[in-house]
């Protein structure tokens, strides 16, 4: 339930209504490339294979590769009955033609330097030994694709690249885009610099290649992108490597990766109250049909107990889809029902309300501010002397400016200090935190009007708040549910960027000669939670050091690194959603180095004891 006064089924929202709104399709509509696979794509094997639950995990199923030729399997299925085939049948049928999952991959030896010159900056012995397994660790989790065929007319789900890449870990055997940025993070500070760009041409590879980035490195995720990190990716690496050849050469494909957010996702809001139109992005996903990665689960959500007509059938299916390619998978946030009813586990109530495709969304607009900021700057820094540079250059510029202002106008709540999603069914935003919000503070779309002192002290008052609430990691809402991307789960990336955010606007108030004695203190706190979280789940999980050479009693592995983490207690991993919680792990890995390298005092705490930390003033 909602952690404060309010709750039940409709969120408190601003008061000013903005009117109608209808969707522009931004110029030519884009067409996705077809997911065309008997196999892994919507068709009576994969309907048919999923439903008899041969698997746990539905992507179990959609990562195997055959062992027999397309048509060979397609007539193998044909011969035990098709749709009407028994489960027993069913799993002979995938063990006589299929592989495992992961068959298909190809570990590849990196060359790791044995010492980072900036990891002696780290105090305290544990943490600095400790950055030297995550180091090492990128090892395990960098594989490529196997480009050969077990026979001819084999195949398997995977999108082919041309240079290897680090998987997030887990059930994740591909890479994915947004989760890659925080990689690609780590990977610059354990200076694997052509591991990093490598992962960037991939991606700059997709984008000429289908049109855009797709979710992940699988035909099945060829109708969503995911949160558009790309633009954030060659800034990083440029920063690292001052490579500025690279950045214009990859200039026209971060433009074409630009106009697919705009064709596919822009929306037109009338707004009343100021006599203006505003143009915002939203996920968008046209679905018609369970994900084949999660078969199961949709359907279950679409047919199980419901008498839904088949526009409901696939107004669900979008909303969830689109849910997958904002990278909340999924969250109360894109919910209108944020209440968990007793018993359901699967959390159907709460995803049967999912209004995604109906929610402007501020981190999406932040990335996209930021998108067309730097395409801006590189087509006036990178495009030559010639008429048409600059004209880019003038467009995105105009763009940013825009909305920059939509966003002040539309999302911006000057009481509450914070910006929040714009909803479309309401046409009023929705009152409610995430870390969502800090996504502007971190990249710098602040309106000009609200750079200043009085306006900047107050942004991090709910994270302030909710830290000293919980003794964890920040939570990623205030609504408990059975949603992964709610209470009390926190997850690194949003730790990432709550924590630049406060650094940026830190500097910001210094600028100003305004002093907020509480962000630099809160920041700190912010990383040491974030640290020893993922430090303590390691050691839990059997972690040994030179500096603390016995396992934790009772573990029998040799340490595991989590996707996210209880925002209740530091040294437990986080929980619930469509799938258990899974190690590795790529983006945690990458944030914890980056903590440990812009906060060097950190002290690890004693892991056998119970760890709290509580704000310093």
């Known amino acids: ?36 696979s008997p196999i892994y794509c919507e068709g009576d094997i994969l309907k048919t294979v999923e439903l008899a639950r041969l698997f746990p995990d539905s992507k179990t199923f959609v990562d195997m590769p055959t062992s027999k030729s397309v048509k060979d399997v397609v007539a193998a299925f044909q011969k035990i009955g098709g749709v009407n085939a028994t489960a027993k049948d069913l799993g002979v049928f995938v063990n006589q033609n299929f592989l495992p999952a992961g068959s298909d991959l190809l570990k590849v030896n990196i060359t790791l ?15 600095r030994e400790w950055v030297d397994y995550l180091h090492t660790a990128w090892s395990g989790l960098t594989i490529e694709f196997n480009a050969t065929s077990p026979c001819e007319g084999c195949t398997s789900s995977k999108l082919l690249t041309k240079r290897p890449f680090v998987v997030p ?35 700059l590879d997709f984008v000429n290649l289908y049109g855009f980035v797709p979710n992940g490195a699988r035909i099945y995720y060829f109708n969503r992108s995911q949160p558009p990190f790309l633009v954030e990716m060659v800034q990083a690496y440029l920063e690292a490597t001052g490579d500025h050849a690279f950045v214009k050469s990859a200039l026209p494909t971060l433009d074409k990766e630009y106009n697919f957010w705009i064709s596919n996702t822009t929306v037109t809001i009338k707004d009343h109250k100021h006599r203006q139109e505003h143009k915002l992005n939203r996920y968008y996903v046209e679905n018609h049909f369970p994900r084949p990665e999660s078969y199961v689960e949709d359907f279950s959500t679409a047919y199980n107990g419901t008498n839904y007509t088949p526009k409901q059938v696939v107004e669900l299916f979008s909303n969830l889809a689109a849910g997958a ?33 109906n929610v402007i969304p501020i981190d999406l607009n932040s990335l996209l501010w930021s998108m067309e900021t730097n395409l801006a700057n590189w087509h006036t820094k990178y495009g030559g002397q010639n008429g048409r540079s600059d004209k880019k250059a003038r467009y995105y510029k105009s763009q940013a400016t825009k909305r920059l202002d939509a966003m002040d106008k539309l ?75 709610d209470m009390p789960n926190g997850w690194p990336p949003l730790q990432y960027i709550t924590t630049q955010a406060m650094d940026n606007v830190d500097g910001l108030l210094k600028k100003y000669k305004a002093v907020n004695k509480h962000i630099v203190p809160l920041m700190f706190s912010l990383a040491e939670r974030n640290v020893a979280s993922a430090f303590c789940t390691w050691y839990k999980t059997g972690g040994t050091l030179p500096d603390l050479p016995n396992k934790y009693p009772g573990a029998t592995d040799d340490g595991h690194m989590f996707e996210k983490f209880d925002a209740n207690n530091i040294g437990n991993a986080g929980f619930g959603g469509e799938y258990t919680v899974q190690i590795g792990f790529g983006w945690t890995n990458g944030v914890t180095m980056w903590l440990l390298e812009k906060f060097p ?9 119970v760890v709290n930390y509580t704000l310093p003033f």
Not at 7 to 29: D, I, R
Not at 176 to 196: E, H, M, P, R, T
């Open 325 to 357: 390619e904002s990278g909340w998978d999924y969250s109360s946030r894109w919910a209108k029902n944020k209440v968990p009813v007793a018993g359901d586990t699967a959390g159907h109530a709460i995803l049967r309300s999912l209004n995604t495709q």
């Open 169 to 203: 870990g887990g059930r994740f055997r591909e890479f994915y885009y947004w989760d890659s940025y925080f990689v690609i993070k780590g990977l610059l500070l354990s200076n694997l610099n052509d591991l990093a760009k490598g992962m960037i041409e991939n991606f």
């Open 411 to 485: 999302m911006w709540n000057q009481a509450d200090a914070a910006f929040y999603d714009f909803n479309l069914t309401s046409n009023a935003q929705n009152i409610e935190f995430t870390p969502a919000s800090m996504y502007p503070f971190w990249l710098n779309a602040i309106p000009k009007r609200l750079q200043n002192a009085k306006t900047l002290t107050h942004v991090f008052d709910k994270v302030q708040a909710l830290l000293a609430q919980f003794p964890g990691v920040l939570p990623t809402s205030t609504y408990t549910t059975t949603m992964q991307w």
């Open 601 to 609: 005092n950190l002290v690890a705490p004693d892991c056998n004891k």
């Open 1 to 36: 339930m909602k952690l404060s006064l309010i709750s039940g089924l409709v969120l408190a929202q601003f008061a000013v209504a903005y009117a109608a709104t209808e969707v522009h399709q931004g110029g030519k509509p884009f067409t996705y490339p077809r997911c065309d």
């Open 113 to 127: 330097n044995e010492h980072l010159p900036w990891v002696k900056t780290v105090k305290d012995t544990k943490y």
